[in-house]
């Protein structure tokens, strides 16, 4: 089992950013790729952003390429999504998502594909 925690979402004015991470504990995280996904209301959860385990494969929705990036730090365990520019569009909750790989360098934007979810932390951005 692997646990995730988001953290640092909050309300931002347009322009803005945000850094939110994700914690992870239980199986050994660098196994794992890790995706960011988010979901406004009335909406579909949509990926955001993801990362294969080595840290060399990142993927980016259209909507945030240039603005958003994804990293991650094995020593914490952790995940980032660092959010510059923020839009109002940007505003939703934020969910991290790990799934098992055995591959150093893929990611997944397929929400199907995750298997672990933490509980979400919302962003909003006002305008």
């Known amino acids: 089992q692997v646990q995730l925690v988001e953290s640092g979402g909050g309300l931002v004015q347009a322009g803005g950013s945000l850094r939110l991470s994700c914690a992870a504990s239980?199986?050994?995280?660098?196994?794992?790729?890790m995706g960011w996904f988010r979901q406004a209301p009335g909406k579909e959860r949509e990926i955001v952003a993801a990362i294969s385990w080595s840290g060399r494969g990142t993927y980016y929705a259209d909507s945030v390429k240039g603005r958003f990036a994804v990293s991650r730090e094995y020593a914490k365990n952790t995940v980032y999504l660092q959010m510059n520019s923020l839009k109002p569009e940007d505003t939703a909750v934020y969910y991290c998502a790990a799934v098992y790989s055995y591959s150093s360098r893929d990611y997944y934007a397929e929400r199907a594909k995750y298997d672990y979810w933490g509980q979400g932390t919302q962003v909003t951005v006002s305008s």
């Open positions: 239980g199986r050994t995280f660098s196994n794992y790729a």
